[in-house]
T-cell receptor
């Protein structure tokens, strides 16, 4: 699985969009980009994933660059409950294994 | 996710004791995983199982064993617990043949004294 690089921490004001970047320059053609988050010490929660196209669901949007070497997770209207560690992960469909890095600590403040 | 449950949620034990952590899921997924998380670190894969007869070691399997009793149950055992196995343990499931979207249980906090 390709390695990802994320900033260790970010801040965001409540109600504003939170844009979390991720670099995955060694991603291979069949690997997806996944985003998970972990609130305090709870189990990680799946947010979104994508292969080439941008994706949107009820939680977030995922923007993947055309060369697929980086992506951005967008939380359109961050709330205090979005404070968590956000993990960007790349992986293929054949192994079923996800490699978690240290993620980005997102702090949403009033 | 309530569809993936772990027992116990908290456990304190002593060095040398045998411990079993249990995971059950009602999602009907074939694949199940065990991870551990140490403070300030990401999750590391211990074992994974793609179906009842297929069990594989992850990156940190030494000191652990697993049993896949049924599609819905995957247990992790520490044969002789040691203090550096103190960690948060998470079970996860995913659909076979789909993407690697995994669904995690609430975790077990294990302390080995």
């Amino acid at each position: 699985d390709a390695k990802t690089t994320q900033p260790p921490s970010m801040d965001c004001a409540e109600g504003r969009a939170a844009n979390l970047p991720c670099n995955h320059s060694t991603i291979s053609g069949n690997e997806y980009v996944y985003w998970y988050r972990q609130i305090h010490s709870q189990g990680p929660q799946y947010i979104i994933h994508g292969l080439k196209n941008n994706e949107t669901n009820e939680m977030a949007s995922l923007i993947i660059t055309e060369d697929r070497k980086s992506s951005t997770l967008i939380l359109p209207h961050a709330t205090l409950r979005d404070t968590a560690v956000y993990y960007c992960i790349t992986g293929g469909t054949s192994y079923g294994k996800l490699t978690f890095g240290q993620g980005t600590i997102l702090t949403v403040h009033p | 996710d309530a569809d993936v449950t772990q027992t116990p949620r908290n456990r304190i034990t002593k060095t040398g004791k045998r411990i079993m952590l249990e995971c059950s899921q009602t999602k009907g997924h074939d694949r199940m995983y065990w991870y551990r998380q140490d403070p300030g670190l990401g999750l590391r894969l211990i074992y994974y199982s793609f179906d009842v007869k297929d069990i594989n070691k992850g990156e940190i399997s030494d000191g652990y064993s697993v049993s896949r009793q049924a599609q819905a149950k995957f247990s992790l055992s520490l044969e002789s617990a040691i203090p550096n196995q103190t960690a948060l343990y998470f079970c996860a499931t995913s659909v076979a043949g789909g993407t690697d979207t995994q669904y995690f249980g609430p975790g077990t906090r294990l302390t080995v004294l």
